[in-house]
């Protein structure tokens, strides 16, 4: 049997949006951190000290724990061998059906069951169908039987900044895993939630699903406002003005991203398709880029003009581009032979283009992610300007 190292954690999926920060912050309480990742150009990112995507405050104490020798980085597995502990970080995407693809997900507990012995720790952090607990414990049985779940709940870009404050839903299959794995997440969060396997999978997707359907309230208001020609960042101004019933509502805008929809669609899956209101919401929050079309359309002139994209990422203030409703619209309007141009502040790629010149060489602006750099901008009037999002500041 290997040597364990006692205060080792593995972290597969370690160079991923989850994976990433988590290791910098058990890095930064004297654990030894092995980075496990089949992304080596991530790995070796963050090997020369660069984060692979925008996340606030890595950069420096990534440098920290490069200084202090506590990271490695590998993309082979069996490096996890000498860890106590094994947190798993990798995606659990929905097929093009909207139905959990748990194919690799399982796969890897298949490869970690011939690699794991009896007194290492597996914690599962990625979000997961309901169920699937039991099922990788049943996989893993014969070699180990501390398996705990302890799902993440951060917001993207923003995980250094809410590990330390959120609760930390703690669930196993053995009391003494979860007695220990509490104690590992207690040195990163100041409070633990016990809960059962059950209940922990249903937090994870309900909050995500909660957050996803909220978001289509104000979506489907802002759309009915548009119908009758009312502003429905004021009304919901308003709304909000001394009456607290009211604070919930948010901003409208291209809800989206690689989380909300698929644990969404993960619940209906589990509900075996009957989740009315998740459906009603993906109907509405993804008609908010049709309803951006009609208004291009509804433009005179519209196909001889330069359609220029304020923001490609799927929300303000992140590099990432997965399951973008900005993307979706430029994908829509070229396919309907628009010309259209686009820039970002944290994204780039070979047809980037600079804010001012974007905004200089368009005639129609759409705002695609309301990042705070675009806030203040002021448009000439000959511009149209299309902005579904409410760039006020609150
Ligand atoms: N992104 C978020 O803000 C967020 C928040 C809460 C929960 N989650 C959940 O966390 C999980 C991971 O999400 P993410 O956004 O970090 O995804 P990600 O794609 O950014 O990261 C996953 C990483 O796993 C790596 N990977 C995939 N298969 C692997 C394998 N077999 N071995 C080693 N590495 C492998 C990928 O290369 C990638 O770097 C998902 O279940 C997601 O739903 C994400």
Redesign the pocket.
Known sequence: MNKIIKNSISI??G?????FPLGLAFGSKKYKINL????QK?LNKIKLGIPPFYEIGAKKLLHKCLKKKILSFSND?KTVKTSKFIII????PVNKKLKPEVK?FVA?FYKLLKIINKNQILII???VYPGMIRKISKILKTKNNNIVYCP?????SKALIELPNLPQVVAGVNKNSVHIVSKLFKKICKKILLSTIQEAELIKLFSNANRYINFAIANQLFIMCEKYNVDFDRIRKLMKFGYERNLNLPKSGFTAG??LL??TMQLSSFYKGRFELGFASMKINQSMVDLVIEKVENIKNSKKKIIGILGVTFKAETDDIRDSLSIDLIKKLKKRKFKVIYSDVYYRDKNYYKTNSLIKKSDIIIIGAPHKKYMNLKFSKNKHVIDIWGRSKE
Do not use: F, M, W, Y
Not at 15 to 19: E, F, I, Q, S, T
Not at 89 to 92: A, E, L, N, Q, S
Not at 152 to 156: A, G, L, T
């Open positions: 597969v999926g160079a991923g949006h989850v994976g496990v990742d089949v992304d991530n597995l970080c990798i995606g659990t690799n890897l952090r990625s979000s993440e709940r951060i917001v993207q690689p989380c698929k644990d």
